[in-house]
């Protein structure tokens, strides 16, 4: 099988920020805040982060989003250290990571719909299609045994486009961003695992091929 996997955002930025984010976890592990509890508490911050957009506190919210954003890392962090990592914390935290997502662009789309602003309404929609198309085509990839973890604009990406043109008050500038290169992170994946299932299909193939 194929495996072009190239270290992602993430990682590097896992890997930058983890002396920081070690000591920030063991502290809040001392007040016996449980890694889930932080998960929910994010997507709070998120939500209000969100209200602020849909009422037209662009900048507000986009500070609110900037600061709830590293408690995606934080929450994993937390309970790695605890040794408590479990597949249903990932779970919560994946399924918390699109509701986050999603609840951001819906603070952006009422925000547009009351500027009456069809173009943006559409951009937020298409960032919202390939924005969730990322994450799906990855889990489908993988519930099939293939792998997807390539593309160009993948979570972190598209917080680190979204959240600064949040702060600068130029939404759309992200918006752009996320609705062409979300839905072609998406083709990417589709592309990769058909690669994948070609490669499969050619060793199958051989493995029956008589003596």
Known sequence: MPNNESLSIEMFLRKTFKGVLDAI????????????????????GTTFGAYLLATENIRWGGLVILITGPIDALDGTMAKLRGEQTEFGAFVDSVTDRYSELIILAGLLIYYITKQDDLAIGLVYFAAAGSVLVSYVKARAESLGF???????????????LAPALLINRPEIALWVIAIFANFTALQRIFFVRQQAKEQNKILTYSKKPD
């Open 25 to 44: 976890a063991t502290a809040v592990n001392k007040t016996g805040i449980l890694p889930n509890t932080v998960t929910l508490l994010g997507l709070v």
């Open 147 to 161: 792998t997807a973890k390539v593309g160009i604009l993948t979570r972190v990406e598209r917080y680190l486009v």
